[in-house]
């Protein structure tokens, strides 16, 4: 695996939605102690997908956490190129249905699945985006899909759902504790810039 999956810059035609949900995960004390990682491979998440060439945008392994973030193109017809006949219309459709797969990928493997729009840019903060987690800590099963519902649920898979479950409640009462301890401190805690990632 190439280090620059998981390297702390990024690339040049990175959005601006991926980079500041980076500075907020980097920064935050809610997720700190927890290796952070962009453009995570899906395969390294769920071994039975397809397509190797897919990735996360970002990965928090240690809270069975995986982090999408979604441009317009995710919602309505964007034609970049001005190209297209259609307007858009057949890039989206494919963009709805690779979001699909891999949120089912993230949730068949044990993972908690949150998606952050481009209208939400505005509003991250370390809050907006564990309150997204604890949402959708529940969400084991999707309510719609074309890839679990073809398939039975593994033992293994069942028993890493549990243990993912476990370790997220304990996982956010440490959290809890921290937040608690530097407020009674009165100090701020080391940010997680570079952890987890690699500097090119």
């Known amino acids: 695996m190439k280090a620059s999956r998981f390297r702390f810059s990024y690339r040049e035609n990175t959005s601006a939605l991926h980079k500041a949900v980076g500075e907020v995960l980097r920064s935050s004390t809610l997720f700190s102690g927890h290796q952070i990682y962009q453009e995570y491979p899906v395969v390294r998440i769920n071994t039975n997908y397809s397509d190797s060439s897919h990735h996360f945008d970002w990965a928090i392994p240690g809270l069975f956490l995986v982090i999408e973030c979604h441009g317009k193109q995710h919602y309505s017809p964007v034609d970049f190129s001005g190209k297209a006949e259609d307007g858009g219309i057949g890039a989206l459709q494919d963009t709805r249905r690779r979001d699909n797969q891999k949120k089912n990928a993230a949730i068949e493997a044990g993972f908690t699945y949150i998606e952050i729009p481009y209208t939400a840019e505005k509003l991250l903060t370390e809050e907006y985006i564990w309150g997204l987690y604890q949402e959708n ?24 759902r549990e243990r993912a479950k476990t370790y997220r409640k304990s996982a956010y009462l440490r959290a809890k504790e921290r937040r608690m301890e530097v407020r009674s401190r009165g100090t701020a805690e080391p940010s997680l810039q570079g952890k987890g990632t690699s500097k090119n």
């Open 137 to 160: 800590l529940n969400e084991i099963q999707p309510k719609q899909s074309c890839i679990l519902e073809e398939t039975t649920e593994s033992d293994y898979s069942i028993r890493l």
